[in-house]
């Protein structure tokens, strides 16, 4: 079969032509902007979640008696593990910071802090100045003594739990359980348990995190 | 006017070539980068200039090279990098859904950035989770293993065509008849009732290696629930995988705290290698006008185990996950997709050849368009390339030191320096070939903090 020359030179000019115009209408690499990260659904916590979660926790702890000591007075209160298990990076502070801050107001408690799940919530200033009892450049009496901390009556620790399920075609359903312990220390009982949910239905394209 | 078109064509090509990824040689960049890995040669400079052409591939490869080199806190910084182009891609294709990159057809794939694998995905998260872990950072290292779980989710969900029909032919095949009609004493069977079922079909598709270590994982940070789980999802995709099944009786008996214990887990030999294929069409038999019309297709091709096995103590390690059989799993579902490319690409290089022949005999017409297919005609075969053939694991009590790792032959791979008995353990080791392996030691500080 002979193939004739205009034969080719359509073929060529379909080629060329679909190529140049596929040129034309794409690229090679978008970067989200500014213009459609609106587009991009964030799955993650953001700091509304938080601060309605512990809102929740706030307000179910201060109704629930939980802190109102018999015969009156104080609790001690020492911040436990806060359990991140969940696929983002989370500052469990966010959680935690908004709770402290209630109980405090509240009255019915005060919070250590020369004790507690992790060390970052501890404050190393109580135990440095401790470590000036022998240095002459400090007044002695204005050093804290021994046996002045004060020990825990309850421990706060807590869970941020997820579960990730795909609904339908193209949806992932997101769910976070902020789940928070107030247990006391010398029994081991939990006074005072509260579970958040935040809910998130976002696209399965991407991960959530 | 046609030299004016003419110079256009050429000053477009040049420009096209000139600083895209399209001529790099990858091949020699990650046979070098190989040679590096073998050699221990822990500087990254090299891999930082990389990183600049090609980050997604070199954040990888680069990850996993710092990982070897003991140098964990450079190792999750590469991944997190790494990690943060995934997201940025999967966030493109939200946006913009699937299209055809043009530029693959008009030049080659290797002028896109290199998009990644789900199992290299996968295989992130979980060498971050171990970063992480050997770094004593538990709480991070849970996040990890937690995005590579989340991640094997969405692998079988990629994969969800393919696992039906792999069960539909299961269901149809001789097998499937004959352990139904197996009896209920079996031990095999009885252990986990209705563990023949599709998620045997799964280790392929998945990775069960990433499944077990996030639940050994747990297991180390007394998560024992979790744990529990996890080994019972790692045997219902390998349902005679004993080690598993003595590791999960150890929380179903609830000894988890009576006796402390050491695992092995070793990565053994070189996962598949990408290579080049080309084929040549005779297009000269039906013009004079075509000089070439050549397709260059990725292949893969099997390498070398390491040692077969090794043995802690007197305990053989025996196969989780075959890395090779994950890669070519993957490899095969995209290379339609990949074969239409290369045939597209193919076919607009003859076209480039046929129109600058027929327009600009005078200039060298087809030679030029000869010289840009031979200089473009390059299949993809960029990879994380330090991923092993296949995982093994083995366990035994701590107590039990020294603790020698020995060769298939019996002589001493390695001799544990002491650990602390009040607590369970790791020892990670990979050997890519004979003689060269790395170890690595998890031990939990029992006063973890963050």
Known sequence: ?209 | MKELIFSFIIIMSLMTLNGCNALNNYKKDLNHYEQQFYADDCHYSDIKDKIERDPLLWSLNGGALAYHCGDYQKSIEFFDTAEAIFKQQELELEIKGAERSVLSILINNNVNNYRGENYEKIMMNVYKGLDFMLLDDFDNARIEFNRALDRQRRAGEYFQKEITEAYQEFNRSRVRSEVSMLPNSSSEITDYEGDITAQSIYPDFINPFATYMSGLFFYLDNDYSKASDLFKQTLRMLPNQQQVKRDLNLIEQNSTKKTHYVWLIYENGQGMLKQSFTYEFPAYLFTNKVVSAQVSLPTIEQRSTSYPYLLLNEQKTTEIANMDSIIQIEFNKKLPAVYTDAMLNMASKVAIQYYLEDNFAEYGGKWIGLFYQLATDKADIRQWRTLPKNFQIARTKLANQPINIYKPDGSILTTIAPLSTDRDAIIYIKSDIIDHFKVHIIQKNINYHQ
Do not use: H
Not at chain 1, 37 to 66: H, I, K, Y
Not at chain 1, 119 to 129: A, E, F, S, T, W
Not at chain 1, 152 to 170: E, F, H, V, Y
């Open chain 1, 1 to 209: 079969m002979k193939i004739t020359k205009p034969f080719y030179k359509t073929i060529t000019a379909i080629t060329l032509g679909l190529t140049l115009t596929l040129v034309g209408c794409s690229s090679n690499v978008e970067y989200v902007t500014k213009d459609n990260a609106e587009d991009a659904v964030t799955l993650g916590l953001d700091n509304q979640d938080f601060e309605q979660a512990a809102q929740e926790s706030l307000n179910s702890l201060l109704t629930s008696n939980a802190l109102n000591k018999p015969g009156g007075g104080r609790y001690v209160v020492a911040i436990g593990k806060m359990i991140n298990d969940t696929t983002i990076r989370i500052d469990t502070d966010m959680l935690v910071k908004k709770i402290r801050i209630g109980m405090l107001q509240s009255g019915k408690a005060v919070v250590t802090t020369a004790v507690a799940g992790d060390n970052k919530n501890v404050d190393d200033l109580i135990y440095d100045v401790r470590e000036l009892r022998d240095n002459d450049e400090f007044k002695q009496q204005t050093i804290a003594g021994k046996g002045t901390l004060y020990a825990p009556d309850l421990s706060l620790t807590g869970k941020i739990a997820q579960r990730i399920a795909r609904t339908g075609k193209n949806k992932q359903l997101v769910e976070y359980y902020l789940q928070l312990t107030l247990t006391d220390i010398k029994s081991g009982l939990a006074y005072w348990e509260n579970e958040s949910v935040v809910r998130k239905l976002g696209s399965n394209k991407s991960t959530a995190w």
